[in-house]
């Protein structure tokens, strides 16, 4: 059983920053292809960013060139930098993660385990 924790959410205004981490109890990490998903108030869980285990990435088109997802498999974490954070982007932000060597995901279907999500909210 592998266990996600997300950290670092909050409140931040239009234009800001924020950098989410999520910590795996998993001891091959780098054996995990992982994601952030998120849900707004009202709408469905939608893919944030994936990276594979090989190091590359993916993107929803509107987190594209505000968002880098990264990954640091000797300290277990996968990060999210957020920047210029937009109202939209307000939603519970959670870590996800895929057993098995592979890209990066490009949705929730298959993934193995989650976190519990952290609260992300701007203010206009």
């Known amino acids: 059983q592998v266990q996600l924790v997300e950290s670092g959410g909050g409140l931040v205004q239009a234009g800001g920053s924020l950098r989410l981490s999520c910590a795996a109890s998993a001891r091959t990490f780098s054996q995990y292809a992982l994601a952030w998903f998120r849900q707004g108030p009202g709408k469905q869980r939608e893919l944030v960013a994936g990276?594979?285990?090989?190091?590359?990435?993916n993107y929803a088109d509107s987190v594209k060139g505000r968002f880098t997802i990264s990954r640091n498999n000797a300290k277990n974490t996968v990060d999210l930098q957020m920047n210029n954070l937009k109202t939209e982007d307000t939603a519970v932000y959670y870590c996800a993660a895929k057993k098995g060597w592979g890209p990066p995901p490009r949705g929730s279907g298959g993934m193995d385990y989650w976190g519990q999500g952290t609260q992300v909210t701007v203010s206009s």
């Open positions: 990276i594979g285990t090989a190091g590359n990435t």
